[in-house]
């Protein structure tokens, strides 16, 4: 069955970098796109972007452009995303994501999130 | 606040029916497919409904979309207790090059 599993919970200082990881089991990890999406204490859900791991591309919301960096490792079907100069008010669950809709079959799977929190 | 506009909160008793606005505009709902998705607490979103009005295997049929312009709902027949959660739109907008979610609405069932 398909599944994205991701790393443990994270705890940085401001300032600091986090890499959190995704792995994708059960299809082909290069035929769909993997997203990223956070979602902060009692807030709602905000995408940060999308790699294509096919062929690395990427693409970032501009809000992050500068400071998220998405990669991906296809000899291990992992996907990483990378968030650096942390600030206390990003402490949110990171969620990694994998969706595409066509009537001859929909793709949308999550997964179980990582919590990040960001404190001195 | 969120590009796609949904009312913080809808309530309902047992057997009842509800829906959960999704208002955008032609950038967003007005060009792309509208997914729906149910968080509970502590869990990952997971998919309700997807382009428009079209329910992956498994959600039961008291679930429904609709779409009209740059406007979505999602319905729920049949109130139930279980069904009390978190509920977000989602959508891909041109202008934003990226995909934008609602503020989300929680459901209650009292």
């Known amino acids: 069955q398909v599944q994205l599993v991701q790393s443990g919970a994270e705890v940085r200082k401001p300032g600091a970098s986090v890499k959190v990881s995704c792995k994708a089991s059960?299809?082909?990890?290069?035929?769909?796109?993997i997203h990223w999406v956070r979602q902060a204490p009692g807030q709602g859900l905000e995408w940060m972007g999308w790699i294509n791991p096919r062929h690395g591309g990427t693409s970032y919301a501009q809000k992050f452009q500068g400071r998220v960096t998405m990669t991906r490792d296809t000899s291990i079907s992992t996907a990483y995303m990378e968030l650096s100069r942390l600030r206390s008010d990003e402490t949110a669950v990171y969620y990694c994501a994998s969706h595409y809709y066509d009537p001859s079959g929909d793709f949308d799977y999550w997964g179980q999130g990582t919590l990040v929190t960001v404190s001195s | 606040q969120s590009v796609l506009t949904q009312p913080p909160s809808a309530s309902g008793t047992p057997g009842q029916r509800v829906t959960i606005s999704c208002s955008g505009s032609?950038?967003?709902?007005?060009?792309?497919?509208v997914h729906w998705y149910q968080q509970l607490p502590g869990t990952a979103p997971s998919l309700l409904i997807c382009?428009?009005?079209q329910r992956p295997s498994g959600v039961p049929d008291r679930f429904s979309g609709s779409k009209s312009g740059t406007s979505a709902s999602l319905a729920i027949s049949g109130l139930r207790s279980e069904d009390e959660a978190d509920y977000y739109c989602?959508?891909?907008?041109?202008?934003?090059?990226?995909?934008?979610f609602g503020g989300g609405t929680k459901l209650t069932v009292l």
């Open positions: 059960g299809y082909p990890f290069t035929d769909y796109y």
């Open positions: 032609s950038s967003n709902i007005g060009t792309n497919y």
């Open positions: 989602a959508v891909w907008d041109e202008s934003l090059r990226g995909r934008v």
């Open positions: 382009r428009d009005n």
